[in-house]
């Protein structure tokens, strides 16, 4: 598990491979998207939708990885792989975890 | 690369992942749509020419797997390369996209190393596959091809009941002697044309062209409500063509052409004759032979069009016939009767 909020190699790669200015866009569009998607999992939770629940977990996770925000990423796949549960401690975690991965982009992006 | 045009569709519901996916490929050289659910990409795929699907499988309305369980269904799509892009868990999972037909599958987040490595082999498979089907097309001919892609090719055949015609031009050798080789290669390639078009317009199938004649089957490999019927008003029509043909011909002040038709119907066998690597589709039974003799009986005759016993009766009273008699056919034992189709004002050959 990385120390860091965002591994440093996979960011790097994701530049390399898109351009600098295209993951700045990408950013800021996982940004915009990423909110609505902790929303849908919390929605999902009131509403007792497995699929939903898993669906918006492995959304997080997919976009998570893409960026090397490899621990959000880790504990959207525990939630995913978990199924629907009642306990919402995990997934206000999950949020946590997701303002510092958002905080961290938003510098990576900036800078 | 650029070069090859390549139009590949994104189908991911997640914009973040549709967006870098289509940049990945857009660097690649390659045109891309995306699309936001299966439903849409399937849409998408019915409506425009795709090279290629990269698909994601967790998706709101239709997902991967439904959009792979339809596209198996769909003769239009079932050849359309699927490569899954998706971050699925569980090995299960991703054997059940490669049964379902998916060619490859790539985890998220993809290599863009890899992408590329799939992509390219993706293409490339597609671009043979396409190939051969064109081939198959121009040497066989469609309903042959439809048949070969959804029964596959073996050797042997199934009984059916058919109708065979043969036909070819009356005095083609003189024909060809008044004339230039590219005189005649065009009059062969017109000629083919029209009887192509009338044979096919009815349902039939030409499986043999040889110099100027031709065989033609009515009842395989598609199956026909009427056979007998559909030969015998192909036939009209041939001549129908033909005579309108030859109203340009004799304007430039070419000689006109003539062509003689033998219908017969019965058992036979359908299917591909030959070796394992070169095989033609054809039937074989006695009507095949009938219909050939038939073919050659036009000229004693005098009668373009000429039928056996078994076609006169299934088509009943729906044209006029003119009874010739029994006649004992080269390599036949028994005499066989013989009918000529009426065309009013055009009864001689």
């Known amino acids: 598990m990385a120390d860091t909020v965002i591994d440093p190699a996979i960011f790097a790669e994701l530049q390399e491979a898109a351009g600098a ?24 939770q009131a509403a007792g939708s497995a699929d939903r629940f898993r669906r918006a977990a492995h959304s997080i996770k997919s976009n998570a990885n893409t960026f090397g925000a490899l621990r959000l990423g ?12 009642t306990d919402t401690a995990p997934i206000a975690a999950l949020d946590a975890e997701y303002a510092r991965a958002a905080a961290a982009l938003q510098e990576l992006s900036g800078g | 690369m650029a070069d090859s045009g390549a139009r590949l569709l994104v189908a991911d519901d997640n914009k973040v992942n549709r967006l870098l996916l289509g940049r990945s490929l857009e660097v690649l050289g390659h045109r891309v749509a995306m699309a936001e659910n299966g439903r849409v990409a399937l849409e998408m795929l019915r409506r425009e020419r795709f090279d290629l699907l990269l698909l994601d499988m967790e998706m709101p309305e239709l997902d991967g797997f439904q959009v792979l369980e339809q596209m198996v269904a769909d003769a239009q799509l079932r050849d359309l390369p699927v490569i899954v892009t998706s971050s699925l868990e569980g090995v299960s999972n991703v054997a ?18 890899l992408l590329k490595a799939r992509i390219n082999s993706s293409l490339e498979k597609k671009r043979l596959r396409d190939q051969q089907k064109e081939l ?12 070969m892609q959804e029964s596959g090719f073996a050797l042997g055949g199934k009984r059916v009941t058919g109708t065979v015609m043969f036909s070819d031009i009356r005095g083609f050798t003189t024909l060809v002697e008044s004339q230039t080789p590219e005189e005649t290669i065009e009059l062969l390639n017109t000629y083919y044309t029209l009887m192509f078009d009338a044979i096919s317009g009815r349902g039939g199938v030409v499986n043999q062209m040889v110099g100027d004649g ?10 026909l409500d009427d056979n007998c019927g559909s030969a015998v008003q192909a036939a009209l029509d041939m001549i129908e063509l033909i005579d309108l043909f030859n109203v340009q011909r004799v304007a430039e002040g070419r000689p006109p052409v003539h062509i ?3 219908i017969a119907t019965g058992d036979m066998v359908a299917g591909y004759t030959g070796t394992q690597t070169r095989a ?22 005098g009668r373009p069009i000429l039928l056996d016993g078994a076609t006169r009766e299934a088509i009943g009273e729906r044209f006029v016939l003119d009874a010739l008699g029994e006649v004992v056919f ?10 000529a189709l009426q065309m009013p004002g055009r009864d001689k050959l």
């Open chain 1, 21 to 44: 200015d295209f993951v700045g866009e990408l950013i800021a569009t996982f940004l915009e998207e990423a909110p609505q998607m902790l929303a849908e999992l919390r929605a999902a």
């Open chain 1, 74 to 85: 880790e504990m959207a796949r525990v939630l995913e792989l978990g199924g629907l549960i």
């Open chain 2, 96 to 113: 059940r996209c490669i049964e379902l037909g998916a060619d490859d599958y790539l985890s998220k987040p993809v290599n863009p190393v």
């Open chain 2, 136 to 147: 198959v097309k121009r040497f066989a001919t469609s309903e042959v091809a439809q048949d």
């Open chain 2, 214 to 223: 031709l065989m033609a089957i009515f009842g395989a490999p598609k199956e």
């Open chain 2, 260 to 262: 003689g038709i033998g």
């Open chain 2, 280 to 301: 033609t589709y054809t039937c074989i039974g006695d009507a095949v032979n009938v219909a050939a003799r038939m073919e050659a009986h036009t000229k004693q005759a």
């Open chain 2, 330 to 339: 080269k390599g036949k034992a028994t005499a066989v009767p013989v009918f």
